[in-house]
């Protein structure tokens, strides 16, 4: 899980600052645009705030500084690279690596003016940098590393694609090994034939316990317990998608991709000859040109027949949506302002904001009549009778009702394993169900909730 939160007061047209948060490791990711028309003291000041910011915390800026020096390996320092140079120095590491691929490439030259850089903190974090040799229809090269956490220990609960086989000739086994095992938890032994009588004792033993949690979580163990003996598990192959469905993307696309590919390497590998590497720039440049009118095309093509697919049954689809502004986006959660109009520093801060702005505290000195009546009237005793307790033919039918394919919790335990258990153990488990109604409680644990 990756929560990310942006920083509004240091986010403006030219910068975008994040805190990303992953397993407890916290980080500060900024992406900036360095105007070259603007004194550059003035986004050194930025990346300032920025540091200051992240009080210690790992933190990696992308950004297109328009400085150029030979510490990043270009080919010439200018006085927008002195400048930079010498505050990166003192605070931040440059990731460069001396290729012959630059960060950007257009017709009137290259340089490395793309820069990533880092806190010491992160330095040893940031793996395999990169500048790619793959077309970005761009004039700035794709820049692709990673940033490993080595402190990070997994849980038994992280992999969350755990699905257990269920196999018909598997159930008579899986119902015999939790009946034993709960005989020997109970100290009830039982003799074939008497699984009825075994139910009914585990069901008193239920109803008569004082902690009716522990009673499930115990329960629920040992059904852990026994699917790991009896079934084969099904998890997650660890392969990684990479790629999203593209509608507009066809196999012309493909090959013309994979030419421009090999005509950017040939430009980008031909140093000596400077005759041929002109004509290879000319070939690069021209085929790259196709490359992009063909990807507009096809983005429009595509775009006319998405909006055609409205029908006259109904014309207020997505389209409509788009048009009217009433399409729904996904909100950016950001920092906040608070009342004294000082701004929340990190997630924690905005989630405290948040929460005690729509759950405040309850104060009885700031009741009105109407709060001190409804306070009144909670704290008398209720006189109402009790609900009545689950029948067994209730519980039934609720879980014979459980879709056996429906997607399971981490703990793997589907539909189709509660049917299995409520077969040999129905007044087991509907006297657990009556015992959380006459708690009125329930499992502390989600994973137990069904």
């Known amino acids: 899980m990756i929560d990310s939160i942006l920083i509004r007061q240091l986010s403006d047209e030219d910068a975008v600052v994040t805190e990303v948060v992953c397993n407890k490791f916290k980080i500060i990711i900024g992406s900036m645009y360095l105007d070259i028309n603007r004194q550059i003291e003035h986004d050194l000041n930025k990346i300032e705030a920025i540091m200051h910011h992240a009080k210690g915390a790992g933190t990696i800026i992308a950004m297109d500084s328009n400085a150029r020096s030979t510490t990043w390996h270009d080919h010439i320092t200018n006085q927008r690279g002195r400048i930079l140079k010498f505050l990166v120095s003192a605070q931040l590491h440059i990731l460069k690596e001396d290729s012959n691929l630059t960060t950007y490439l257009s017709s009137r030259g290259s340089s490395n003016i793309d820069l990533t850089v880092t806190s010491n903190s992160l330095l040893r974090a940031v793996k395999e940098w990169e500048v790619s040799d793959q077309e970005s229809c761009s004039d700035h090269s794709y820049i692709k590393f990673a940033i490993w956490q080595v402190s990070y220990r997994r849980s038994k609960y992280d992999n969350q694609e755990i699905r257990y086989i269920i196999r018909r000739e598997d159930i008579a086994k899986f119902q015999e090994t939790l009946t034993t095992l709960l005989e020997r938890k109970y100290g009830t032994p039982n003799s074939e034939g008497e699984m009825e009588d075994l139910d009914f004792k585990m069901s008193n033993k239920v109803r008569e316990c004082q902690d009716i949690e522990q009673t499930i979580d115990d329960f629920h163990e040992a059904i852990k317990t026994v699917c790991e003996r009896t079934f084969r598990k099904s998890q997650a192959t660890g392969k990684i998608t990479n790629n999203r469905s593209i509608p507009w993307w066809t196999g012309e696309l493909t090959v013309m991709r994979k030419h421009t590919n090999v005509l950017r390497r040939r430009y980008q590998r031909t140093r000596t000859n400077e005759g041929l590497r002109e004509r290879h720039k000319t070939w690069y440049l021209e085929e790259k040109a196709k490359y992009e009118a063909t990807i507009r095309r096809e983005k429009l093509r595509s775009w006319k027949a998405y909006c055609n697919l409205t029908t006259s049954s109904n014309p207020w689809n997505e389209v409509y949506k788009i048009a009217a502004g009433k399409a729904r986006t996904n909100t950016q959660l950001t920092t906040l302002r608070r009342p004294d109009s000082s701004q929340t520093q990190d997630m924690t801060e905005t989630l ?99």
């Open 352 to 450: 405290q904001l948040m929460l005690e702005h729509f759950t405040p505290e309850d104060k009885e000195e700031d009741d009105t009549d109407h709060h001190k009546l409804a306070r009144a009237q909670a704290r008398e005793p209720v006189e109402t009778a009790d609900d009545k307790y689950f029948t067994v033919e209730e519980t039934r039918r609720v879980i014979t009702s459980m879709d056996n394919k429906k997607e399971p919790g981490i703990d793997g335990i589907t539909g189709e394993v509660y049917k299995c258990v409520f077969d040999i153990f129905p007044e087991y488990l509907t006297a657990m169900y009556n015992g959380c109604l006459n708690k009125g409680s329930s499992p502390r644990d989600e994973r137990l909730l069904r």
